[in-house]
Each structure stands twice: as C-alpha cells, then as structure tokens.
C-alpha cells in the first residue's frame, strides 16, 4: 500500500516537474521572439521612408501555414471536405479565420497531399506561423493531446489568439491528434 501510494505521489510530482518545464520552455520561446523582433526593428527602422512591417505581407491573397521543425508549408482552403483536404490544408469554417481560436485540419497519411503526415513530432514549445489577409503571426505549440472524433471542445472560439491544428490518429478512426498553439 505505501508503494502504491509513493508511486501515485512520485507521477503527480513528475507531471508538475514536466508543466511548469513546458510553461518555462514557452515563456523562454517568447522573450526570445521579442528580443529577436526588437534587435531586427532598431536595425533597419525605415527603408524608402516607410517603416518596415515583417508581419505584414504585401500579397494580401497568401493563406498559409508554415511549421518550419517538420519543414511544412501548405496553402489553406475554406472547409473541411476531402476535395479541399485532398489539396490544402482545410479551415473548420465556424471558427475565425485571424483572431480567437483558428482551427485547420489536413491528411496525414493515404492521400495525395498529406500535410500533416509529420504532426505528432512537433514538441510543446515549436513555432507555427500563420499567414492571412496579409497579416502573419507566429504562435508557439504549448499543447498537445488525442481527442475523440466527436469532441469538439477545442474549437470553440478563445479571447486569447490560438491556432488549433486537427489530424487522424493512425488506425484509430474514433480518435483526432490536437495541437494547440498561442500567439506570442
């Protein structure tokens, strides 16, 4: 009974050594990425007299997604339907398209285009950059989980800006892989 006890106490330790390891790898990430953006804007502040803008893309018709660990760039689509999935990557139509919650799904195997074949090896704390409308941002994975088809929980809409990425689970058709990313 006391090992069963010292071994329940040891996973709940381990689970708390393991979040707060995340939680300090995402806000790492984040300094990171505002040192990095503040050296680069106080190098090359004008250029032609304009400011420059990097998260502004001057082609406005861009919709993307890149994840540059598993070298992904895919175009997106309206929808969720296999003839948009069998070509981009697919944008659940109910949920925002910039801000709040953006929640896209894609193939990850067996199709002609499998975008999101490489999904299950991204880690909490790798980047996703999303482009639309000309605005592009960049969001650090700071979740990951396996999800029931019938659970839709994670693609209500957030007040903070997220990006939820969907795919199958390999020979498990009642099950979705979840990645879950914020702004930073």
Request: proline content about 1%.
């Amino acid at each position: 009974m006391i090992s069963f006890v010292f071994s329940i106490v040891i996973t709940i330790m381990g689970g708390v050594i393991i979040n707060s390891y995340d939680e300090v790898n995402i806000n790492t990430k984040i300094e990171e990425y505002h040192e990095n953006t503040n050296e680069i804007s106080s190098i090359s502040e004008f250029e032609d007299n304009n400011i420059i803008s990097q998260n502004v893309i001057e082609d406005k018709s861009i919709w993307q997604l890149e994840i540059p660990k598993i070298n992904l760039i895919a175009r997106i689509s309206e929808g969720t339907n296999k003839k948009t999935l069998d070509e981009y990557v697919g944008h659940f139509e109910e949920t925002s398209k910039y801000n709040g919650n953006i929640v896209l799904a894609a193939h990850n195997r067996g199709y002609k285009v499998n975008y999101f074949e490489k999904l299950k090896e991204l880690e909490i704390g790798d980047e996703v950059i999303y482009t639309y409308n000309g605005n592009r941002r960049i969001y650090v994975i700071n979740y990951k989980t396996i999800i029931k088809d019938t659970d839709w929980e994670n693609l209500k809409n957030t007040e903070e800006n997220r990006i939820t990425l969907i795919t199958c689970v390999e020979n498990e058709p009642e099950y979705r892989r979840c990645v879950q990313a914020i702004e930073i």
